[in-house]
Every structure is written in structure tokens, then in C-alpha cells.
């Protein structure tokens, strides 16, 4: 019975992420046809190749950053979600939730608040993959002390809100009323006015975040049978830990330096993608990421048909998603407790 099943799961697994990779580039495309300017697809679609016309700055310029950002925006949180969830063995884990996100956010703001974006642009992306370093390093280290579920995420939730009380506090003596905006921008979290630069600096930092992700894929699934089963079947256990944390870091600062602080998209789409391939972390990290991409790339799609006039946030958009699902989560787990 468990062959067949597995024999299932082994057969489902390419038809579901090629079915995932075409939701993503389908909700990529959409997010770069869709705009203000009145231009038809195939003026954008001739403007990427170019960059003189009116159209083909447009394409270069405004619509492929954005549209390419939301997908590896969400590839590296769904995917980091999954491996955050599989490290800790815990069903609530995401770097919102656990505080990565945000400490990601605060390195992002120290950078803005003190001018060090200035000096060099690999700065703020470098100080925001530093901040989400030092939180997914508490949560390890806490974890290697015994902590349960429910410790890790209160921890989360303490890392979380010393971060935003940090960065509220570099808001209220901001005096620069742009490096506020741009401060306020990246904790709400939002596409709007990416460039080429930023995509640029995030997509190897998040691919080499995801590939180390999908490296310690193996070493996860043995790591849900503990950690003396894990060792005996040969699992450098400290490296599998190393690599997610240091996996994590490099694509949750690299996205969250990008866009801002996009939570919840790590919980959601996790637990949406784990019935169909099954409860394996190392069958659910690939999928997570296409998941996470097609979910953020169609979250900037909706917000923009919803409010064309650019005042609704990406990260409100997730927020609003999220919580609810969040809140459900934790009452399904305490009536299965």
C-alpha cells in the first residue's frame, strides 16, 4: 500500500509543478500586459526588444522589473517557507511568522535611515540578508535547546516585534521625508517602481538561496524522523541546518530588499501544495517556490485591477490573505491536539 502510494506521489510530482510553472508564467505575463498606458501586447512584446520607442522603454523599464519580481519574489518565500516548516517541524513556521521577514525589513531600513544604500547598491540588500541571518540563527540555536512548536513561533513573534519597534524607531527620527517614504514602502511591502538594478541584485541571491534550499531537500526528510535517525543514515545534521538557515537568509533578505515585507505567502502556499505532494519536504520546497511565484505575481495583478491608482500595497494584499489563514491553522491544531 505505501509503494503504491508513493509510486502515486512520484508520478504526480512533475505533472503538478509543470502545472504550477505554467500558473506562473501565466500570471507573470498577465502582470506585465496589464498597466496604465494604453499599449497593445504586441507593441510591449516588441518593446523588450526595443529600448528606443515609447513602448519599449515602458516594457523594459516599468513592466518586465515588476512582473519578473513578483515571480522570484514569490519563488524565494514559498520556498523558504517549506524549509523553514520542514527544519523545525512545524506547520506555522514562515519568515513572517518567525520573524525573518521582518528583521530582513529592519536591515533594509538601516540601510536607507543611515545612507549606506548610497554609498554601494549591493548595501541594502547586503544588511537585509544580514538581519534575516541573525533571525533565523536565534530560532536554530533555540531549537537546538529543545524548543517546541508553539516556543519557536512566540519566539518568532518576539524577534518580529523588536524588529518593527526597531524600525519604527528609525521612522520617528528620520528627518529625510524621502528615506521615510522609502522606509514606510518596504514595510508595507510593494512592486511599484522596481528596476531592472533590483532585479539585477535579487534574482542570483534568491537562486543561490533556493538552491541551497533544494540541497538539504534529502537531509529535511530525514531530519522528520529525528535527528539520532538522521545520523545514522549518514546526515551531516548541523551542514542540513546551516544550509536551510543560510538558504533562507540569502533568499528571504533578497526578496524582502526587493519588495519590501511580503508576509504569510510562505504559510499559505506550503500547506495548499502538501496534499498533492505529499508530506516530504524534499517533494514540497520545488513546488513551494512556483507556488510562492504564482501566488505573488497574481496577488500584484489583483491589487492593480482592484486599485489602479497604486494605493493599495502588496503586503496588505498577502496580509489580508494570510492572517485568516494563519488564525485557522491554529484553531485546526488545537482541535487536533
Known amino acids: 500500500m505505501d509503494a503504491t502510494i508513493a509510486a502515486i506521489e512520484t508520478k504526480r510530482g512533475p505533472r503538478l509543478m509543470l502545472a504550477l510553472l505554467a500558473l506562473a508564467l501565466l500570471a507573470g505575463c498577465w502582470s506585465f500586459l496589464l498597466g496604465p498606458s494604453d499599449i497593445s501586447a504586441g507593441a510591449l512584446l516588441r518593446g523588450l526588444f526595443d529600448g528606443q520607442s515609447a513602448a519599449g522603454i515602458i516594457a523594459q523599464e516599468i513592466r518586465l522589473p515588476r512582473a519578473a519580481l513578483a515571480l522570484v519574489v514569490g519563488a524565494a518565500l514559498g520556498a523558504s517557507g517549506a524549509a523553514l516548516q520542514g527544519l523545525f517541524c512545524n506547520p506555522l513556521a514562515e519568515p513572517g511568522v518567525t520573524g525573518v521577514t521582518p528583521s530582513a525589513g529592519l536591515g533594509a531600513v538601516v540601510a536607507l535611515y543611515f545612507g549606506l544604500a548610497t554609498i554601494h547598491p549591493l548595501m541594502l540588500p547586503g544588511l537585509a540578508i544580514l538581519g534575516a541571518l541573525a533571525a533565523a540563527a ?37 528627518a529625510n521625508p524621502y528615506a521615510m517614504s522609502e522606509m514606510v514602502l518596504w514595510m508595507m511591502g510593494s512592486l511599484k517602481d522596481r528596476t531592472l538594478n533590483d532585479l539585477a541584485y535579487a534574482l542570483p541571491l534568491v537562486a543561490g ?42 533568499a528571504t533578505g533578497a526578496a524582502t530588499a526587493a519588495a519590501g515585507a511580503v508576509s504569510f505567502v510562505g504559510l499559505v502556499v506550503p500547506h495548499l501544495l502538501r496534499p498533492f505532494c505529499g508530506y516530504q519536504p524534499a ?25 489602479p491608482d497604486g494605493q493599495l500595497l502588496l503586503g496588505v494584499v498577502t496580509a489580508m490573505l494570510g492572517a485568516p489563514f494563519f488564525l485557522w491553522l491554529i484553531l485546526k491544531m488545537r482541535r487536533a491536539s
Open 138 to 174: 536565534i530560532l536554530y540555536l533555540l531549537s537546538r535547546k529543545g524548543a517546541g512548536a508553539v516556543a519557536l513561533i512566540l519566539a518568532g513573534v518576539a524577534i518580529a516585534s523588536f524588529a518593527t519597534a526597531l524600525t519604527a524607531l528609525a521612522l520617528s527620527f528620520s
Open 209 to 250: 538561496g533556493v538552491a541551497l534550499l533544494l540541497s538539504a531537500a534529502r537531509g529535511l526528510d530525514a531530519l522528520t524522523l529525528g535527528e539520532d535517525a538522521a545520523r545514522s543514515l549518514g546526515i551531516d545534521v548541523a551542514g542540513v541546518r546551516g544550509r536551510v538557515i543560510l538558504g533562507v537568509a540569502l
Open 283 to 307: 517533494r514540497l520546497i520545488g513546488p513551494s517556490a512556483l507556488g510562492g511565484a504564482a501566488m505573488v505575481a497574481t496577488a500584484d495583478v489583483a491589487l492593480r485591477l482592484i486599485a
